[in-house]
């Protein structure tokens, strides 16, 4: 009796084996997505230190020039992008993100070494659009969020990392 469930144990540890081994594949997989997921979150985090860093009472940016130092001074980064032993804020890739603008314009932020997958969902991240004037690749064609998504391929290409800018809105 002992014997037969042993030959059942294994066949347990065999099938236990495979669900793990697939939920690390499919981990792996995911994780791509949720950097991106988590890039956008963070496009939106900045923005909002950006509009409480330089937000008058009313809601206009005052005069200055808007930069990544000012904002990580200011503690309106979340430190968990900001890499401590350069200073600057970093996207979910550990590549800058550079803040630039001047006051009662419409700051950008420019991130390099973005992966080509994922510029394209940035650029048809939903969740971008009502801080987002315009995102696109460096150098190409600045679209209005969200992107369609066969543009956004075309315009990130497939392989590889593209420079992305991205222009905020003044004030949602």
């Known amino acids: 009796m002992a014997s037969d469930l042993l030959p059942a144990r294994n066949i347990d540890t065999i099938i236990g084996a495979i669900a793990i081994s697939a939920a690390v594949g499919l981990g792996v997989v995911l994780s791509g997505a949720a950097d991106t997921s988590s890039e956008a979150s963070d496009l939106t985090s900045i923005v909002q230190g950006l509009y409480g860093a330089y937000a008058n009472l009313s809601y206009v940016y005052p005069s200055g020039t808007i930069s990544s ?8 980064v979340d430190k968990k992008l900001v890499n401590s032993t350069t200073g600057v804020i970093n996207s979910r890739w550990n590549t800058p993100i550079t803040l630039a603008g001047t006051a009662g ?12 997958t994922a510029c394209a969902d940035l650029m048809t991240d ?30 990130c290409g497939t ?9 905020y809105n003044p004030r949602p």
């Open 69 to 76: 130092a000012v904002l990580i001074n200011a503690g309106k």
């Open 159 to 167: 392989s590889g990392t593209v420079a992305l800018t991205v222009t």
């Open 126 to 155: 939903t969740t971008l659009a009502p801080y987002v004037a315009t995102i696109g690749v460096t150098g190409g064609t600045a679209r209005t969020p969200p992107v369609d998504p066969a543009v956004a391929a075309t315009d």
């Open 105 to 116: 314009g419409n700051p950008t932020a420019a991130l390099t070494g973005i992966p080509s």
